[in-house]
């Protein structure tokens, strides 16, 4: 084979194959593999051997015209490598404003298609165990949220988020602390994200006023993210 | 290399899809089981069509009644050959998935004039070899008849009867779907190349003499004892022995990760089947140079070495395995001839009938049922007229390579056209395309200047006239429907569901 694929082994080819999809990306999908080349100042023989092989593994695909390319499903796949984008100003604000007049942690996270990524927890009240609550979705009302909507929950927490318009969980993660969780959607309609308020069980069993406002908290942020 | 600007872009992208104009949500080629096969099926298709196991016991002896004593570098020349001309269609593969494999490619690069005729010669190529290895499997199936009931196959029906059961075998495979059509071929292929090798190693460990230099020794190539024509033929014949190693691309559609699994398997398929080759040819060369015969005049070398090494017992396991080596071939070149029909049903070239895809099994169940009697009833034909089953396939292999070869050196044009409208051509893919056209066209014309006048070499003009007549025809058709130009070339393009954020997004008006 030639000398290309060796290099393309190289620790280096990752950061270039990253800076190419960055690329696909700030262009915009029919991006073609000469501007590419021409925008990266790669050579052109390196820059069409990356394109392939990143259509190669489905992270890009070819448009149909077979000259322009687009991020291809895959991407999201990489959503761990590339640290979550913070949430617009006006987003913050509203949650640093919940956050204030609220003795729990408020956290926010983003939905991909089958994962969830945290954007904004709480600082003054850290997540019990932030990795299991991002890989057992089942053990945390924000990721119930997410199963739900996929409809890979238990028939009994989907009956309950659809009855309830929230998810909730009760000293599953630590013993006498729970959580509910609001979702946060789309003008579609689509989930894309979800807004969490975590404390001692009693008072997320009972929350009073507060569900009232993180339920609005929710409606308010949707057109603030998308 | 700059710097990585901040990911701000990939972030925002993952975080919110932005929408892609100009992809809709289905592929023009919808009905064949999209995306369903993977890699060893798709590996197991190109290993089939090519037959590594019949080639490698059937083909030395024809090019050694060429090439003589510079029979391994014939071989050698044709793997070469062959590892450039997969090389290209590699260009295409990793860059678009197509049912219609090099037909569609050409298309892509020279335009439908050029693909029409790519299109009747893998037609001819695919149909030809698939009755070429229908006519051996029922050849070998009777050998083997005649091991247990050596009455009922000295009939000269036997042969027809076994072509015509092989053929309804086929059907059934390609009839209920391309997953039990690819796994079928590749057990049965896996198991005769363990037997060749099995038996290769036998017959080099009974030698009495260890390596011979002079089969290895080029000189006889270059003192002129062999001349260049004979040297021509002998690769010509070499080829057909590969021909086919193209024709997972025909799977571009069906298969799992084409971009990745169809490159790998076009080239691995060459790699592969030349050493077994070169290996093969050298333990028979060096068997019969031991034994002080002539391999020319043998009619079945292996069996004749299996015996005069006292090892007959490999003799029936190889016909068992030779018959079901020409099988997979029948099976896989089949698949891949009714995947171009299809293409060109969808296309409207052919009747709109033969693109229709069963429901149930997903399978181009018209394309099937019209050229299987086709596929049988030719090399029955053949037998009838011609008297001899060997001068049958003699004929059918030649012709089925020239297809292959006409259709591989049109690719190899093609290729750098392509790159260049898609404005990623570059030196050395270019320079590969040019090495494979212009060797493939060298062998041709040789062959035909060497071996024209004879019966194989009729049968190359026999294509050529079907080639000229097939080629008319289609232009023909081509005029009366001028909007073919739009259709022509179909490939499997992105759909919305491969692109980020596909499920998001509004359907395409």
């Known amino acids: 084979m030639s000398e290309g694929d060796l290099s393309a ?23 073609t593999a000469r501007e590419v080349s021409d925008n990266l100042g790669l050579p052109r023989a390196t820059a069409y051997r990356l394109l392939n092989l990143l259509v190669q593994d489905e992270y890009l695909v070819r448009m149909p015209d077979l000259r322009g390319f687009a991020l291809g499903r895959k991407v999201v796949q990489l959503a761990g490598l590339v640290t979550p984008q913070p949430p617009p100003r006006a987003a913050r604000d509203l949650i640093e404003d919940l956050r204030e007049r609220t003795r729990g942690g408020v956290h926010l996270v983003r939905y991909d298609s089958d994962r969830m990524r945290l954007v904004d927890p709480d600082p003054d009240f850290p997540l019990s165990d932030e990795s299991r609550i991002l890989r057992q979705l089942e053990s945390s009302a924000l990721g119930r949220l997410l199963l739900a909507e996929s409809g890979r929950a238990s028939p009994a927490v989907t009956v309950s988020i659809r009855t309830l318009g929230y998810a909730t969980q009760f000293g599953e993660l630590v013993p006498a602390r729970g959580c509910i969780a609001v979702p946060i959607r789309d003008s579609r309609g689509i989930l894309v994200a979800g807004l969490g308020l975590s404390g001692p069980v009693e008072r997320v069993r009972d929350p009073g006023r507060l569900l009232d406002e993180l339920l609005r908290s929710g409606r308010d942020l949707g057109p603030l993210l998308v | 290399m700059n710097a990585p600007r901040s990911a701000n872009a990939l972030r925002r992208a993952i975080d919110n899809p932005p929408p892609v104009v100009g992809v809709g949500t289905e592929s023009s080629v919808t009905g064949l089981d999209r995306r369903s096969v993977g890699f060893a099926d798709v590996l197991a298709q190109s290993v089939s069509a090519v037959a590594p196991s019949a080639a490698a016991t059937t083909v030395p002896i024809m090019v050694a009644v060429a090439a003589g004593s510079a029979s391994v570098w014939a071989i050698a020349a044709a793997m070469l050959l062959c590892a450039v001309v997969a090389s290209t269609v590699n260009q295409f593969t990793r860059r678009l998935a197509a049912a219609g494999s090099l037909y569609t490619f050409v298309a892509k690069g020279l335009g ?36 247990f009931a050596p009455e009922v196959a000295a009939s000269g029906l036997v042969v027809p009867i ?40 036998a017959l080099l460990a009974v030698q009495p003499a260890g390596i011979d230099g002079n089969l290895l020794n080029p000189t006889a190539l270059l003192s002129g004892t062999v001349s260049i024509g004979d040297f021509a033929a002998g690769a010509m014949l070499a080829i057909t022995a590969f021909v086919g190693f193209e024709s997972s691309a025909a799977l571009g559609v069906e298969a799992r990760r084409p971009f990745a699994a169809i490159p790998r398997a076009v080239l691995w398929t060459v790699m592969g089947a030349g050493l077994l080759y070169l290996l093969s040819t050298y333990s028979q060369l060096v068997g019969f140079e031991t034994l002080g015969r002539d391999i020319g005049s043998s009619t079945s070398p292996v069996n004749e070495l299996a015996s005069a090494y006292g090892i007959e017992w490999v003799g029936i396991l190889l016909d068992a395995s030779i018959a079901t080596s020409f099988f997979a071939c029948a099976i896989a070149s089949t698949t891949a001839l009714t995947r171009v029909l299809f293409s060109m049903g969808r296309e409207g070239l ?68 392509f790159l260049w409208r898609i404005g990623e051509l570059t030196l050395w893919p270019a320079i590969k395309a040019a090495v494979g056209a212009a060797g493939l066209t ?29 080629s008319a025809g289609i232009l023909v058709l081509r005029t009366r429907r001028p909007w073919l130009h739009q259709t022509i070339g179909m490939h499997d393009e992105t759909v919305l569901a491969d692109v980020l954020g596909g499920d998001r997004q509004p359907e395409p008006l």
Not at chain 1, 11 to 24: D, F, G, N, Q, R
Not at chain 2, 166 to 179: M, P, Y
């Open chain 2, 112 to 147: 439908t004039t050029a693909s029409s005729v790519t299109g009747v010669a893998m037609i001819i190529g695919y149909g030809v070899i698939a009755m070429f290895a229908l006519t051996g499997a029922g050849l070998y199936l009777s050998f083997l008849l005649d091991q």
């Open chain 2, 162 to 201: 076994c072509i015509l059961a092989t053929g309804a075998l086929c059907f059934f495979v390609l009839a209920r779907g391309i997953r039990l059509s690819t796994r079928v071929t590749m057990l049965v292929e896996s198991v005769s190349v363990v037997l060749i090798v099995v038996l290769v190693v």
């Open chain 2, 350 to 417: 052919l009747p709109n009938s033969l693109g229709h895809a069963s429901a149930t099994n997903r399978t181009p169940i018209v394309a099937i049922a019209a050229v299987l009697p086709v596929l049988v009833g030719v090399p029955i034909w053949l037998i009838a007229t011609g008297g001899s089953v060997w001068f049958a396939m003699g004929i059918l292999i030649v012709g089925a390579a020239s297809g292959y070869v006409v259709a591989y050196i049109l690719l190899c044009i093609a290729a750098p056209v």
């Open chain 1, 9 to 31: 082994r190289q620790p280096k080819a990752i950061h270039s194959a990253l800076t190419v999809l960055e690329e696909v990306a700030r262009s915009g999908a029919g991006v």
């Open chain 2, 442 to 470: 060298a062998v041709l014309v040789a062959f035909l200047i060497s071996e024209g006048a004879t019966a194989q070499g009729g049968a190359m003009w026999a294509f050529l006239v079907l080639m000229v007549v097939g």
